[in-house]
């Protein structure tokens, strides 16, 4: 097991590097000159020279790299050319609104994706199914941009229940941070008019979050548990005469879980990923939101160190997950 | 952690059962506060170091100027400054400044801190610099006594006055004593306002929300009774026209400036909403290469010219917006409405494709437009209907801004036709006339690359005169005659729009701000 760990460990190690070193290459040989925009339009030739001299973009590229790699190995990743901050300060500020917001549309996912799964196939081919697999194909199907402007226009526009857009009301103040998610540290302090306001905001980004990842969840355990209902020691249960929820809700669920842990595994990294759309609609102060708004200002320092951590976040997953499978099953340990 | 497990179960039904709706502008116990929902950030408030409307509109919030922009038409005003005089050769300004401004601190205003404010933008060379630098040397400011500061300029420049509302003045005991290793407070000024300016800086939450206090003995006292006077001003990062309507629509922004042209037009009659809609001085024009490619020949840049369905332009813009009758913009000083200006004229465009190399067109031009932005978009559509009709292809390119910029710094890859927004820095007609000078190569405005040497003379000559009567006859003949070397479509100056909820008062327009810029100064709230 300590081999495998380790191996693992290394195999991401290795992949950071050459994810860091692609993003390097990508985001240098896209068009665009920083300095320029961020000198202003007016600027003329010489103050776009002090800005590319002061963040060291008037050196060769290779040594640029050199810098670069030097940097990351030491735990830094630049500073941000439109604020002027470090990036990793600025990811620190950022990455706990995302984490929480990932929390909440994982939660959901799985809250409503295993139970919607598992009656899918108990009531294969009735209504509940169809209904079930109409949700999952839409969940998989919507653009997550157009169906949260829709949510917006209705629970918040129409229905007036719920804030359009951002983590808290503009002159709430948030709680003292503890773990910096803000519904967890309202509760810890008490605080529950705040938890109210930050539970209010997160619902729709985190139903649109969640929408696509509780479709293949549903989707994956659905199938599974079709699968394991026909198999023999179902059967023989039945034969036995054991009552058919303690069938389905112990004996099959329990096996037909395995593909949905790997399912779990992999959408938190994808959603990761995916919160640059949600958190545009929603104007969530997350590192989607900080690496979109980078990007459209050719602010390439902190789209690579985005990209990093939610290349770190999505491997850190999949190790769990990998290991995890192999403390279950031996057979993948040697393999 | 059992309790904490039942507060949460607990703390979710109760909230789920009472989501209220959000109300109008925020109270607060020091009074109202209005919410302005914008789509740009502020990554740095530092005034040497950067500006954009976003940044502009929070700097003059909680800085003051020698002199202010106001109203429509703008003009310029006394602020710090209470009056000012030039020497007879245009070389020595000389200010005098108000006795009673103090900074947030207490510190007054005296001729020190200006004099350090324009040595610390100059020296910095960011920013607002690039406006001055050419004419005035940051040793060439003198503070004569607290009160009298004097500019020394290298040679006249007639628009120098023009570009002071733009250059604030920090305190300079504030930013020396937070300075780091000789960076003139650069770190400390991203986030802090050393400043004198009617509001203070309270909240600064990057990417989400900017809020000011106001300053309640601004020196300079306010235009609003003090019962209606708001408390602060938060401006709100709404990213999305969608979302800044909803916004509006439900009460959580007074204002927003990002909508589309679609839904100003229906705000214009929606109940509690006012849409303010004023002609800008942003400029909309397409810009040939002049000097590589297809267009560089004058006679298929005319054809084009005459091709266009000028009328369509408007439409696009459901009529908020007016035809450029000149290179210049109505509101610059010394524009003339040149005679003579392209219109559509199939017959005439027809001519001029005849006289060019590509008698039977035959041809694909491209246009780049940055990506995102609808309303350049619909014109290259409209480019492609209208131009079909001389046999010339239209390819429709959306490009990042940052991209646009670079393919336009050199005449090698500037595009054929790019759309183009400019709004120039000051009403002094130097601002838009120098975009035509060949100084100005490299930058957005001049990626058309217009050549022609009796033009970039006049205008050198123009920015030297003192006199008014000489530089505006100067100016006349440079608009005629870049209107006849046709370095670009002339399009139109699209309006600038904002909405706003009803019961918000004191807006007031003045065309040299920029797209979204407001001046927050006059703003207040008539409601319970």
Redesign the interface.
């Known amino acids: 097991m300590l081999r495998f760990t380790l191996k693992r460990a290394a195999v991401m190690l290795g992949t950071m590097i050459g994810l860091a070193a692609l993003m390097f290459l990508i985001t240098n040989i896209?068009?665009?000159?920083?300095a320029?925009?961020?000198?202003?339009?007016?600027?003329?030739?010489?103050?776009v020279e002090?800005?590319r001299r002061e963040y060291g973009l008037d050196k060769p590229l290779v040594e640029q790299f050199a810098i670069y790699m030097r940097d990351l190995l030491s735990g830094n990743l630049g500073r941000?050319i439109?604020?002027?901050?470090p990036v990793l300060q600025?990811i620190g500020?950022?990455l706990p609104a995302t984490i929480e917001l990932v929390l909440v549309a994982m939660t959901l996912g799985v809250v409503i994706g295993i139970p919607f799964g598992v009656l899918s196939a108990v009531y294969k081919d009735r209504a509940i199914d169809q209904i079930t697999r109409i949700l999952s194909i839409s969940g998989v199907a919507l653009p997550a941009f157009w169906f949260g402007?829709l949510l917006?226009?209705f629970f918040?526009?129409r229905l007036?229940?719920?804030?359009?857009?951002?983590?808290l009301?503009?002159?709430e103040v948030p709680p003292e941070p503890i773990t910096h998610l803000l519904l967890v540290d309202s509760?810890?302090r008490?605080e529950?008019e705040t938890?109210?306001a930050a539970?209010?905001h997160i619902i729709l980004p985190a139903i649109v979050l969640s929408f696509p990842c509780l479709a293949s969840i549903l989707r994956v355990n659905r199938a599974e548990m079709i699968e394991v209902l026909q198999s023999d020691y179902i059967v023989a249960a039945r034969a036995h005469g054991i009552s058919p929820l303690r069938i389905v809700g112990y004996y099959a669920l329990k096996n037909a879980m395995l593909p949905t842990l790997a399912i779990i595994g992999l959408r938190f990294g994808w959603m990761l990923g995916s919160t640059v759309l949600v958190e545009?609609?929603?104007?969530w102060?997350g590192i989607g939101?900080?690496a979109v708004?980078s990007a459209?200002?050719?602010d390439f320092k902190p789209v690579v160190g985005v990209t990093l951590v939610i290349g770190f976040l999505f491997m850190i997953t999949n190790t769990l997950v990998d290991l995890a499978y192999a403390w279950i099953d031996p057979r993948l340990r040697k393999a | 952690m059992k309790r904490t497990i039942v507060n949460f179960a607990t703390a979710t039904a109760l909230s789920l059962a009472f989501l209220a709706p959000a109300a109008a502008f925020e109270r607060t116990d020091a009074g109202k506060v209005i919410v302005f929902g914008g789509r740009q950030a502020i990554p740095i408030l530092d005034p040497h170091v950067r500006y954009d409307w976003s940044t502009r509109m929070i700097q003059q919030a909680v800085y003051d100027a020698l002199v202010k922009y106001e109203g429509d038409p703008a003009v310029i005003k006394p602020w710090l400054a209470e009056k000012w005089e030039t020497s007879a050769d245009g070389m020595t300004w000389t200010f005098t400044l108000a006795a009673n401004a103090k900074f947030h601190n207490g510190d007054p205003v005296d001729a020190e801190a200006v004099r350090y404010s324009f040595e610390r933008a100059l020296k910095l060379n960011k920013g607002v610099a690039w406006m001055l630098k050419d004419f005035l040397d940051p040793d060439s400011i003198k503070a004569v006594d607290a009160r009298t500061v004097q500019f020394n300029l290298k040679s006249p420049y007639a628009a120098f006055l023009s570009f002071l509302p733009w250059w604030y003045v920090v305190n300079p005991k504030e930013v020396k004593a937070n300075e780091v290793d000789g960076d003139y407070g650069q770190k400390y000024l991203i986030d802090h306002a050393a400043g004198s300016g009617p509001f203070k800086l309270k909240r600064w939450e990057p990417n989400v929300l900017y809020e000011i206090s106001a300053v309640k003995d601004y020196w300079k006292g306010w235009p609003q009774p003090e019962a209606n006077r708001p408390a602060g001003v938060i401006y709100r990062i709404i990213r999305e026209p969608a979302a800044q309507k909803a916004a509006l629509l439900r009460g959580e922004a007074d204002i927003v400036e990002g909508l589309t042209p679609d839904d100003y037009h229906q705000f214009k009659n929606q109940k509690g909403i006012v849409v303010e809609d004023h002609p800008g001085m942003t400029t909309f024009s397409i810009k040939f290469n002049n000097q590589v490619g297809p267009t560089a020949d004058i006679n298929l840049r005319k054809a084009i010219a005459y091709a266009l369905d000028y009328e369509g332009l408007v439409k696009i813009y459901n009529g908020a917006a007016k035809l450029e009758t000149s290179p210049f913009p109505n509101a610059i000083k010394g524009y003339v409405a040149v005679p003579g200006m392209p219109r559509q004229d199939l017959a005439k465009a027809k001519e001029f494709l005849a006289k060019s190399k590509y008698p039977d067109g035959n041809l694909t031009l491209e246009y780049y437009h940055v990506a995102g932005l609808e309303e350049a978009r619909r014109v290259g559509l409209l480019m492609l209907d209208n131009l079909a009709k001389l046999n010339i292809k239209v390819d429709i390119k959306p490009e990042q801004w940052p991209n646009m910029v670079a393919k336009g710094s050199k005449p090698e890859t500037s595009p054929n036709m790019t759309s183009v927004y400019v709004t120039p820095i000051s009403t002094d007609p130097d601002a838009v006339a120098y975009q035509y000078h060949p100084n100005s190569y490299g930058q957005y405005f001049a990626m058309s690359f217009y050549k022609n040497d009796e033009v970039a003379k006049k205008i050198d000559e123009a920015r030297r005169t003192a006199k008014w009567d000489a530089r505006a006859k100067l100016y006349a003949e440079i608009q005629k005659q870049i209107v006849a070397d046709q370095p670009e479509v002339f399009g139109m100056l699209p309006n600038r729009r904002w909405a706003h909820r009803d019961y918000l008062k004191g807006f007031v327009f003045s065309p040299v701000r920029f797209t979204g810029e407001a001046d927050l100064y006059p703003f207040w709230i008539d409601a319970k």
């Open positions: 896209a068009p665009g000159d920083p320029r925009l961020v000198a202003g339009p007016d600027a003329t030739n010489d103050m002090t800005i941000s439109i604020s002027t901050r600025e500020r950022y402007i917006q226009l918040a526009v007036g229940w719920l804030p359009v857009s951002g983590r009301p503009l002159t509760l810890l008490g529950f938890f109210r539970l209010s545009t609609v929603f104007d102060p939101l900080y708004s459209l200002t050719s």
